[in-house]
């Protein structure tokens, strides 16, 4: 088995950090990604070595594996369940010890004994193992979780159609059961886990289900009060502005926010600040006016 270096793919070097392989996959990501290079084969083949790169190294546990196995990171567990189960038979004397004093490169030929098909000295019977969890990013925008809707993603080179509930928050991870790798000897697949990135582009700020809006409003307007319009996420909506209205005042709009995940027909609140407009390039006799109210 031809060993793939996963810290090569992401440009990183093995003491990376975290918050260095995330980079580093986001940027390879957006520039290899299939809807940047149509029909391109070959950035097809870069974006899926990068997203399992970024798979085995981005999680915790996988990465310590992988760093202890090389290549034979996925069967760790396996290896060194297989091994406690040897010692065990080898103290009990009812078999001859096999798996003794492993060096490191001795792993590939302890795997191939093990899963090839001969599993010398392993007679207890077939054990079954369950399947990798995989992980993975989806980028959306801000209105793409407004609704509840359904999405084609591809993992592996395979399509897996899932429904993304209205609410979902920024950096969220989500778990799609049995859409991991397979299991080994018949055990069960392994989960998805799905995390989302969303990306705010309207000039609402999210927290949880609340939205909050800044709304710039004219000086006489503030003064005398009025009627003004402003856009939420579900259309128009007329607001009665107070007379003496102060700037930094705030109003709530019940229902207005954002839809709460998982609760249908829930939405937060949406916090609207008024931010008062001082006029520019007043005429003379509209200064003059100012100047009559403030000798008043």
Do not use: C
């Not at 709530?252 to 609760?263: A, M, Q, R, S, T």
């Amino acid at each position: 088995m031809e060993f793939i270096d996963y810290y090569k793919i992401l440009g990183v070097s093995k003491s990376a950090s975290d918050a260095d392989i995330k980079k580093a996959y986001r940027k390879l990501a957006r520039k290899y990604h299939p809807d940047l290079n149509p029909n391109d084969k070959e950035a097809e083949q870069k974006f899926k070595e990068i997203n399992e790169a970024n798979e085995v190294l981005s999680n915790v546990e996988n990465r310590k594996k992988y760093d202890q196995y090389g290549k034979d990171w996925k069967h760790a567990e396996e290896f060194e369940k297989a091994q406690q189960s040897q010692k065990q038979y080898n103290r009990s004397g009812s078999q001859q010890q096999y798996y003794e004093d492993f060096s490191e490169g001795d792993f590939s030929d302890f795997f191939e004994s093990m899963f090839g098909g001969a599993r010398r000295g392993y007679s207890q019977g077939q054990v079954k193992y369950r399947g990798q969890d995989f992980n993975a990013e989806l980028h959306l925008n801000l209105m793409d979780v407004y609704t509840t809707h359904k999405r084609t993603l591809t993992v592996n080179g395979k399509n897996i159609r899932i429904t993304i509930p209205a609410g979902v928050e920024n950096g969220q991870t989500i778990k799609i059961k049995g859409h991991g790798g397979p299991g080994i000897d018949g055990g069960p697949k392994g989960d998805l886990y799905i995390t989302f990135v969303i990306e705010n582009r309207t000039p609402f700020k999210r927290d949880k289900s609340d939205l909050y809006l800044n709304k710039e409003i004219q000086l006489f307007t503030a003064v005398l009060g009025g009627e003004i319009t402003i856009d939420t996420l579900d259309g128009k909506v007329k607001l009665n502005v107070k007379p003496e209205t102060q700037n930094g005042a705030k109003v709530k709009l019940k229902g207005k926010g954002f839809p709460v995940y998982k609760k249908q027909g829930q939405f937060g609140d949406l916090y609207v600040t008024y931010t008062i407009k001082i006029p520019k390039d007043l005429s003379e006799k509209q200064k003059e006016l100012f100047r009559e109210l403030s000798k008043l």
